[in-house]
């Protein structure tokens, strides 16, 4: 298990915290980025409509 945590550990060095999936070279994920973008703004709106509802 020490060998696995260690591994953790430099992982989250390496990406600074964030999610990162493993992809084969050559594979286009510009498309998943675009989504998770639009995505997180429609999300905008609706949250501030909950903060201050008419």
Do not use: F
């Not at 020490?2 to 390496?14: M, T, V």
């Not at 980025?33 to 709106?45: A, I, W």
């Amino acid at each position: 298990m020490k060998q696995q945590s260690s591994l953790d550990d430099a992982a989250r060095r390496l990406t600074n915290g964030h999610y990162v999936e493993q992809t084969m070279p050559g594979i286009d994920t510009s498309d998943v980025s675009e989504y998770l973008r639009r995505h997180k703004e429609q999300l905008k709106p609706e949250q501030s409509m909950k903060k201050n509802p008419k």
